[in-house]
């Protein structure tokens, strides 16, 4: 079995930069695809940015030049960086685990993230 535990939610003002992390832990097959997605107050859950094993990197639009996202494969560990954040980002954001064909997936608990002034 797979956990994945993330940190590094929390309220922060317009403008302003958050990072979150997650771990994974377990039985952990490569290649494999790890990353963000968020789910915001009646919204449907979306991709945020992921990041393959070999370091490809794939985001949404909306955060495209404001999020960073960088994987440490030898800690099993992806790194969100969130700048100049808006309201719109407002969410729980969700980390994901999975393999290439989809054979298993992960996810994590939910880290809030609200940018409010």
């Known amino acids: 079995q797979v956990q994945l535990v993330e940190s590094g939610g929390g309220l922060v003002q317009p403008g302003g930069s958050l990072r979150l992390s997650c771990t994974a832990s377990g039985s952990i097959a490569s290649p494999n695809v790890m990353g963000w997605y968020r789910q915001g107050p009646g919204k449907e859950r979306e991709l945020v940015a992921l990041a393959h094993t070999s370091g490809n990197t794939n985001f949404d639009g909306s955060v495209k030049g404001r999020f960073t996202l960088s994987r440490d494969n030898g800690n099993n560990t992806v790194y969100l960086q969130m700048n100049s954040l808006k309201p719109e980002d407002t969410a729980v954001y969700y980390c994901?685990?999975?393999?290439?064909?989809?054979?298993?997936?992960?996810w994590g608990q939910g880290t809030q993230v609200t940018v409010s002034s």
């Open positions: 994901n685990l999975r393999s290439l064909t989809w054979k298993y997936n992960y």
